[in-house]
Protein backbone atom coordinates (compact mmCIF):
# COMPACT_ATOMS: atom_id res chain seq x y z
CA UNK A 1 0.00 0.00 0.00
CA UNK A 2 1.05 3.42 -0.73
CA UNK A 3 2.21 5.74 1.77
CA UNK A 4 0.13 8.37 0.25
CA UNK A 5 -3.49 7.71 1.08
CA UNK A 6 -5.78 10.41 -1.42
CA UNK A 7 -9.21 10.95 -1.03
CA UNK A 8 -11.74 13.75 -2.60
CA UNK A 9 -13.91 15.72 -0.21
CA UNK A 10 -16.28 17.34 -2.62
CA UNK A 11 -13.79 19.74 -4.72
CA UNK A 12 -11.21 19.67 -2.80
CA UNK A 13 -8.51 16.65 -3.06
CA UNK A 14 -6.96 15.59 -0.05
CA UNK A 15 -3.49 13.59 0.22
CA UNK A 16 -2.52 12.02 3.26
CA UNK A 17 0.98 11.05 4.58
CA UNK A 18 0.59 7.43 6.10
CA UNK A 19 4.01 6.06 6.78
CA UNK A 20 4.67 5.04 10.45
CA UNK A 21 6.17 6.37 12.82
CA UNK A 22 7.38 9.37 11.53
CA UNK A 23 6.29 9.80 8.16
CA UNK A 24 9.67 9.69 6.82
CA UNK A 25 9.72 10.87 3.49
CA UNK A 26 11.32 7.75 1.22
CA UNK A 27 11.65 7.83 -2.99
CA UNK A 28 8.57 6.16 -3.92
CA UNK A 29 6.04 8.36 -1.41
CA UNK A 30 8.07 11.62 -2.73
CA UNK A 31 7.26 10.54 -6.43
CA UNK A 32 3.69 9.80 -5.89
CA UNK A 33 3.59 13.20 -4.00
CA UNK A 34 4.74 14.66 -6.80
CA UNK A 35 2.58 12.86 -9.36
CA UNK A 36 -0.54 13.71 -7.24
CA UNK A 37 0.08 17.31 -7.22
CA UNK A 38 0.90 17.67 -10.66
CA UNK A 39 -2.84 15.12 -11.06
CA UNK A 40 -4.60 17.79 -9.31
CA UNK A 41 -3.54 20.69 -11.55
CA UNK A 42 -4.84 19.26 -14.84
CA UNK A 43 -7.98 17.67 -12.59
CA UNK A 44 -10.73 20.59 -13.31
CA UNK A 45 -12.52 19.05 -10.18
CA UNK A 46 -9.64 19.83 -7.65
CA UNK A 47 -10.51 23.21 -6.59
CA UNK A 48 -7.82 22.92 -3.43
CA UNK A 49 -5.68 20.60 -1.89
CA UNK A 50 -4.73 19.45 1.74
CA UNK A 51 -1.66 17.83 2.16
CA UNK A 52 -2.10 16.20 6.04
CA UNK A 53 -0.68 13.63 8.18
CA UNK A 54 -2.26 10.23 8.79
CA UNK A 55 -0.21 9.33 11.97
CA UNK A 56 -0.33 11.28 15.67
CA UNK A 57 3.25 13.73 16.35
CA UNK A 58 4.54 14.47 13.45
CA UNK A 59 4.05 15.87 9.84
CA UNK A 60 6.96 14.49 8.68
CA UNK A 61 10.37 14.23 10.16
CA UNK A 62 12.15 14.86 7.05
CA UNK A 63 14.00 12.72 4.08
CA UNK A 64 14.08 8.58 5.00
CA UNK A 65 17.68 8.71 6.22
CA UNK A 66 18.17 4.46 6.05
CA UNK A 67 16.94 4.45 2.68
CA UNK A 68 19.57 7.05 1.44
CA UNK A 69 22.49 5.66 3.27
CA UNK A 70 21.49 1.98 1.33
CA UNK A 71 21.68 3.91 -1.74
CA UNK A 72 24.63 3.46 -4.10
CA UNK A 73 27.26 6.07 -3.37
CA UNK A 74 26.35 7.60 -6.93
CA UNK A 75 23.12 7.82 -5.63
CA UNK A 76 22.41 9.14 -2.45
CA UNK A 77 21.46 12.68 -3.61
CA UNK A 78 18.49 10.89 -5.02
CA UNK A 79 15.95 11.88 -2.39
CA UNK A 80 16.73 15.17 -2.08
CA UNK A 81 15.96 15.58 -5.77
CA UNK A 82 12.79 13.70 -5.38
CA UNK A 83 11.95 15.91 -2.48
CA UNK A 84 12.71 19.33 -4.31
CA UNK A 85 10.80 18.00 -7.23
CA UNK A 86 7.62 17.25 -4.85
CA UNK A 87 8.05 21.20 -3.58
CA UNK A 88 8.39 22.42 -6.73
CA UNK A 89 4.95 20.29 -8.17
CA UNK A 90 2.99 21.55 -4.81
CA UNK A 91 4.69 25.40 -5.25
CA UNK A 92 3.67 25.17 -8.30
CA UNK A 93 0.11 24.25 -8.31
CA UNK A 94 -2.04 26.84 -9.44
CA UNK A 95 -4.72 26.19 -6.89
CA UNK A 96 -5.02 26.88 -2.99
CA UNK A 97 -3.33 24.98 -1.13
CA UNK A 98 -2.87 24.01 2.41
CA UNK A 99 -0.61 22.12 4.72
CA UNK A 100 -2.23 20.59 7.62
CA UNK A 101 0.42 20.08 10.10
CA UNK A 102 -1.36 18.52 12.79
CA UNK A 103 2.05 17.53 14.21
CA UNK A 104 5.81 18.56 14.01
CA UNK A 105 7.28 19.38 10.34
CA UNK A 106 10.56 18.61 10.57
CA UNK A 107 14.11 19.11 7.35
CA UNK A 108 12.21 17.33 4.46
CA UNK A 109 8.31 17.78 6.19
CA UNK A 110 8.95 21.28 6.92
CA UNK A 111 9.77 22.42 3.21
CA UNK A 112 7.02 20.49 2.00
CA UNK A 113 5.00 22.62 4.09
CA UNK A 114 6.54 25.71 2.82
CA UNK A 115 5.35 24.88 -0.79
CA UNK A 116 1.93 25.60 0.45
CA UNK A 117 -0.18 28.94 0.22
CA UNK A 118 -1.21 28.10 3.89
CA UNK A 119 -0.04 26.34 6.97
CA UNK A 120 -1.93 24.85 9.84
CA UNK A 121 0.08 24.29 13.07
CA UNK A 122 -0.82 21.58 16.18
CA UNK A 123 -0.28 23.30 19.28
CA UNK A 124 2.91 21.84 20.77
CA UNK A 125 4.15 20.40 17.48
CA UNK A 126 7.57 22.40 16.08
CA UNK A 127 9.23 23.05 12.80
CA UNK A 128 12.67 23.15 11.90
CA UNK A 129 14.98 23.55 8.89
CA UNK A 130 18.44 22.54 10.71
CA UNK A 131 20.08 20.99 8.16
CA UNK A 132 22.99 22.61 9.16
CA UNK A 133 23.47 20.21 12.10
CA UNK A 134 24.23 17.39 9.41
CA UNK A 135 26.78 19.92 7.89
CA UNK A 136 24.26 20.24 5.11
CA UNK A 137 22.77 23.51 3.26
CA UNK A 138 18.87 23.96 2.88
CA UNK A 139 20.10 25.34 -0.35
CA UNK A 140 19.62 29.46 -1.73
CA UNK A 141 16.56 28.64 -2.87
CA UNK A 142 14.73 27.14 0.25
CA UNK A 143 16.44 29.45 2.34
CA UNK A 144 14.94 32.66 0.24
CA UNK A 145 11.38 30.74 0.68
CA UNK A 146 11.92 30.74 4.40
CA UNK A 147 12.92 34.39 4.65
CA UNK A 148 9.49 35.23 2.51
CA UNK A 149 7.51 33.76 4.73
CA UNK A 150 9.27 34.70 8.17
CA UNK A 151 7.83 38.25 9.42
CA UNK A 152 11.48 38.47 11.97
CA UNK A 153 14.94 37.65 10.04
CA UNK A 154 15.95 36.84 13.38
CA UNK A 155 14.24 33.31 13.16
CA UNK A 156 15.56 32.93 10.10
CA UNK A 157 19.16 33.20 11.22
CA UNK A 158 18.23 30.71 14.34
CA UNK A 159 16.55 28.06 12.36
CA UNK A 160 19.21 28.25 9.36
CA UNK A 161 22.31 29.13 11.13
CA UNK A 162 22.09 27.41 14.38
CA UNK A 163 19.66 24.46 13.69
CA UNK A 164 17.32 25.92 16.57
CA UNK A 165 13.18 24.38 15.73
CA UNK A 166 10.37 27.01 16.69
CA UNK A 167 7.74 25.86 18.51
CA UNK A 168 3.38 26.50 17.53
CA UNK A 169 3.99 29.92 19.45
CA UNK A 170 7.30 31.02 17.84
CA UNK A 171 6.47 29.32 14.42
CA UNK A 172 2.50 31.76 14.77
CA UNK A 173 4.94 35.01 16.24
CA UNK A 174 7.11 35.05 13.47
CA UNK A 175 4.16 34.24 10.50
CA UNK A 176 5.62 31.07 9.32
CA UNK A 177 1.96 29.40 10.02
CA UNK A 178 -1.59 31.15 9.49
CA UNK A 179 -2.76 29.81 12.82
CA UNK A 180 -2.32 27.31 15.55
CA UNK A 181 -4.22 25.02 16.68
CA UNK A 182 -5.23 21.88 19.25
CA UNK A 183 -4.06 18.88 17.61
CA UNK A 184 -7.27 17.38 16.54
CA UNK A 185 -8.51 20.25 15.48
CA UNK A 186 -6.18 20.57 12.33
CA UNK A 187 -7.30 18.87 10.01
CA UNK A 188 -10.69 19.61 10.28
CA UNK A 189 -9.65 23.46 10.24
CA UNK A 190 -7.60 22.59 6.97
CA UNK A 191 -10.31 21.22 5.26
CA UNK A 192 -13.08 23.92 6.05
CA UNK A 193 -10.47 26.27 4.58
CA UNK A 194 -10.08 24.49 1.52
CA UNK A 195 -13.89 24.42 0.99
CA UNK A 196 -13.82 28.19 1.23
CA UNK A 197 -10.83 28.49 -0.72
CA UNK A 198 -12.40 26.28 -3.67
CA UNK A 199 -14.95 28.78 -4.08
CA UNK A 200 -12.08 31.57 -5.47
CA UNK A 201 -12.39 32.47 -8.92
CA UNK A 202 -9.83 30.13 -10.29
CA UNK A 203 -8.30 31.75 -13.09
CA UNK A 204 -7.87 34.90 -10.64
CA UNK A 205 -6.12 32.43 -8.19
CA UNK A 206 -3.67 30.77 -10.28
CA UNK A 207 -2.55 34.36 -11.71
CA UNK A 208 -2.34 35.73 -8.28
CA UNK A 209 -0.36 33.06 -6.68
CA UNK A 210 2.11 33.05 -9.86
CA UNK A 211 2.36 37.01 -9.43
CA UNK A 212 3.37 35.64 -5.98
CA UNK A 213 5.80 33.49 -6.81
CA UNK A 214 7.41 35.23 -9.37
CA UNK A 215 10.66 34.00 -10.30
CA UNK A 216 10.92 31.03 -7.47
CA UNK A 217 10.91 28.52 -10.00
CA UNK A 218 13.24 29.60 -11.82
CA UNK A 219 15.21 26.62 -13.68
CA UNK A 220 18.89 27.71 -13.56
CA UNK A 221 17.93 28.77 -9.61
CA UNK A 222 16.92 24.87 -8.84
CA UNK A 223 19.88 23.49 -10.44
CA UNK A 224 22.41 26.05 -8.47
CA UNK A 225 20.85 25.30 -5.07
CA UNK A 226 20.95 21.09 -6.06
CA UNK A 227 24.45 21.45 -6.78
CA UNK A 228 25.05 23.54 -3.78
CA UNK A 229 23.10 20.47 -1.71
CA UNK A 230 25.19 18.07 -3.55
CA UNK A 231 28.51 19.71 -2.79
CA UNK A 232 27.39 20.18 1.13
CA UNK A 233 26.65 16.56 1.19
CA UNK A 234 29.53 14.83 -0.82
CA UNK A 235 31.98 16.82 1.61
CA UNK A 236 33.69 15.09 4.73
CA UNK A 237 31.33 17.19 7.10
CA UNK A 238 28.46 16.09 5.31
CA UNK A 239 29.02 12.69 5.70
CA UNK A 240 30.57 13.10 9.27
CA UNK A 241 26.91 15.35 9.73
CA UNK A 242 24.65 12.65 7.96
CA UNK A 243 26.33 9.43 10.00
CA UNK A 244 26.12 11.37 13.21
CA UNK A 245 22.24 12.17 12.70
CA UNK A 246 21.62 8.57 11.92
CA UNK A 247 23.57 6.97 15.00
CA UNK A 248 21.89 9.97 17.11
CA UNK A 249 25.79 11.20 18.52
CA UNK A 250 27.25 14.40 18.45
CA UNK A 251 29.04 14.47 15.56
CA UNK A 252 33.21 14.91 15.10
CA UNK A 253 33.75 17.73 12.65
CA UNK A 254 36.77 17.20 10.80
Known sequence: MSSLQMRDEGPVRVLSLSRPPGNTLDLATLADLRTSALAAAEDASVRALVLESGLPRYFSSGLDLDEQASLPEGRRREPFEALIAAYRALRALPKPT????????????????MACDWRLLAQGAKISLAEIRAALTPTTALVARLRELAGDPRTVKEMVLRGTPQNSAQALAASLVDAVLPEDEVRAAALILARRLAKSPPRAYAA?????????????????????FAESFESEEGREGLSALRAKRRPHWP
Open 98 to 113: IAAMSGSALLGGWILA
Open 208 to 228: VKLALSSGADDDTRWARSLEE
